[in-house]
């Protein structure tokens, strides 16, 4: 991925999405006198915008935003301009009605939403690579754009499509990938329910069963479909950079709200990734999962600085409950992306809706307009993020990684696994929840990236591990390095196919240990730990084959075997944990110490600590006030000291 990031604004930029489109005259004036107290230097402009800028086919109309961009340049605020083709325009569909995605079930999906076109729809590709050219030639030169914005949440909500045209592009996909029917047939285990194929025209998408389908085939689907969805990216960001090689090109994630993306095949066709990230707002201590956002986006790019394209100012308009945010937390969620390598802050939106599907979301004017706590609270970020500004650039160090494969996710979330609580984040977030209490900053990286830069990797969800991630997580461990797994990992290859011999399989002679069976527990269930505490969800019986036991079960079906086992290989240790136990914290506690991890002592766990450059970041989600690094933190307060 190449590293390129706007040239302007200098410092962190702040804005949000723009629909001047939906407004009179007289308010887009007032706009960018209102973007100017709040301190905005960059917008998101013509995210949907496509039936204005093309309102017939091949009939492009740019007045109406040359007059928007140059009153938005001439006030030094820089634009985000977007290819408008997340939405495409009534007249597309009428024209195209066979571009509608198809849904697994078989229903076709009709207009009146977003993201409703089929992305192997040859119509719909040839339609935005021609307004992609179109807005490329005629902003090629303007000053005020400094960022292109492909689209718009590739894979929220459309992902998968199942109609005609994309079948036949599966079926082109497969024969890219496998070569013949013989070795796809291989792949898939078609020998099982008689499914085998004699001819690439039997091979159909895994529409809706009364059963299981072929999970290899499933598994295929979920990254055919990734694959086409970026395939209509990098077309238009194709034409974006011949017209405008200057001109950095991105397009925005959704790390953590949407997993139908591979994001590290995205990750190098961007210019500087770009993530969405909303709250939770019913969810115990949400702010952890937006700072794992945070560390995904960060981490997908390399470690580069990022741009949080969108979060909100309030609540969101989508969820069951849609609460508003509490006092202080539009700036704790803000600075906490800034503290995890964000060189860019902008909400969605700028001005809240009057009409349409998300008139009750959030924004940075809200519909109180400039007398409400949300207004004055987004003058205030604007005022502060300045001083903010030497951080731009700099880099966010771990010493601690956590292993995220979205294959392994697809694939563990598919039909019949041993317990329906084996779910990809369940663990994820678990691991990731007791590295933050332990105030320990990690990176995420694929099972098969370059680990040697760490001295602790967590392997918590790897139900799926091909032969060339086992074998770098062995070299890891063999080099020095200290591996922690969670159970259920490396149980199947990159076809969903277990390996020959006893679980888990690829991570056998890692783990230094063989599994007889599975002992899924019950809803509540939970059996006796050694070491104290208690496990949850998932039992095991464990063989040892070079591990040592540091803890064993004490009560149920696998009371007296080992639970927490430690491995010596070359100058490295793997560790595996055969449940979800209570004492997290504690054990992970021993393994970082023992690898030497630099934890801070002492602080309270709701005190959130992270190093980015020359400062530091303590960010108090507590009640109460805290004092560390020679400063007091008021509750719910940010503060930002030298590090």
């Known amino acids: ?16 999405d723009y629909n001047p489109e939906q407004w009179p005259r007289e308010v887009q004036l007032e706009d960018v006198e209102l973007m100017r107290e709040a ?22 109309e740019f007045g109406w935003l040359d007059e928007i961009v140059d009153r938005l340049h001439a006030n030094g605020i820089t634009v985000d301009l977007a290819t408008p083709t997340a939405a495409t325009p009534a007249w597309f569909v009428q024209a195209y009605p066979e571009s509608l995605p198809v849904t697994r079930e078989g229903v076709q999906v009709g207009f ?30 303007h000053p005020a754009v400094v960022l292109w914005h492909v689209h718009n949440e590739y894979g929220a909500p459309l992902g998968e499509c199942y109609c005609p045209t994309s079948v036949l592009a599966f079926r082109d996909w497969l024969r ?47 990254r055919f479909t990734s694959d086409e969805h970026l395939a209509c990216y990098t077309l238009q960001r194709d034409i974006l950079r011949r017209i405008t090689p200057d001109i950095p090109v991105t397009t925005n994630f959704m790390t953590t709200n949407c997993k139908s993306m591979d994001l590290w095949k995205w990750a190098r066709e961007v210019d500087v990734v770009s993530n969405n990230h909303y709250l939770n707002a019913e969810e115990p201590d949400n702010h952890i999962i937006l700072s794992m956002s945070a560390d995904l986006a960060r981490s997908l790019g390399g470690g580069r600085p990022w741009i949080i394209m969108e979060h909100s100012t309030s609540a969101v308009n989508w969820q069951p409950r849609n ?4 006092p202080g937390e ?31 979301h959030s924004a940075m004017v809200p519909q109180g307009g400039t007398g409400t706590q949300v207004w004055r609270d987004v003058v205030a970020l ?11 650039g700099e880099q966010v160090p771990a010493e601690v990684a956590v292993v995220w494969d979205f294959e392994s996710y697809w694939a563990l979330e598919l039909d019949w696994r041993p317990s329906v609580d084996l779910a990809f984040r369940e663990r994820v977030n678990a691991y990731y929840e007791a590295l933050w209490r332990e105030h320990v900053t990690v990176d995420f990286v694929h099972p098969e990236s370059d680990l040697t830069a760490y001295k602790v990797v967590v392997a918590p969800s790897l139900y799926l591990l091909g032969e060339a991630g086992a074998k770098n997580l062995h070299a890891y461990v063999h080099s020095g390095g200290t591996l922690v797994v969670s159970y259920f990992s490396g149980i199947v290859d990159e076809h969903d196919t277990v390996p020959v011999g006893p679980y888990p399989g690829a991570l056998r002679d890692t783990l230094g240990l063989w599994v007889e069976e599975f002992h899924p527990l019950r809803t509540a269930e939970q059996v006796a730990l050694s070491g104290g505490g208690v496990g949850r969800i998932w039992s095991e019986h464990v063989h040892l084959t070079g591990a040592s036991e540091i803890q064993m079960f004490a009560s149920g079906p696998d009371a007296g075997r080992p639970a927490v086992t430690r491995h010596a290989v070359g100058d490295g240790h793997a560790w595996y944990v055969a449940t979800a136990p209570s004492d997290l914290r504690d054990l992970l506690g021993s393994v970082l110490d023992e690898a030497g991890v630099d934890v801070p002592i002492g602080l309270p766990d709701t005190l959130e600590v992270v190093v980015r450059g020359s400062q530091r970041f303590l960010v108090n989600h507590g009640s109460d006030g805290v004092t560390a690094y020679g400063v007091t933190v008021p509750a719910g307060g940010v503060a930002v000291v030298p590090a």
């Open 1 to 16: 991925m190449t590293a390129r990031f706007p040239a302007r604004p200098a410092g962190i930029a702040y804005g949000g």
């Open 39 to 60: 301190g905005v230097t960059m917008v998101s402009l013509a995210i949907f915008a496509w039936a204005l800028l093309e309102p017939a086919e091949g009939r492009y």
């Open 112 to 141: 009146g939403g977003r993201e409703h076109s089929c992305p192997s729809s040859p119509e719909y590709r040839a339609a935005t690579a021609r307004l992609a050219t179109a807005l490329a030639e005629h902003y090629r030169d």
């Open 176 to 222: 890219a990938r496998y070569g013949d029917l013989e070795a796809l047939n291989e792949a898939w285990g078609t020998i099982f329910w008689s499914q085998r194929y004699t001819d690439w025209a039997q091979i159909d998408a895994p529409r809706h069963n009364h059963t299981a389908v072929n999970p290899a085939q499933r598994l295929d689907f979920a």
């Open 323 to 326: 609460l508003a945010k509490g």
């Open 330 to 360: 539009l700036r704790r969620n803000s600075l906490t992306h800034v503290a995890r390598g964000a060189d860019g802050v902008l909400f969605f939106q700028w001005r809240a809706s009057r009409f349409g599907a998300e008139k009750f």
């Open 382 to 392: 604007g005022a502060e993020l300045p001083a903010l500004s030497r951080v731009r």
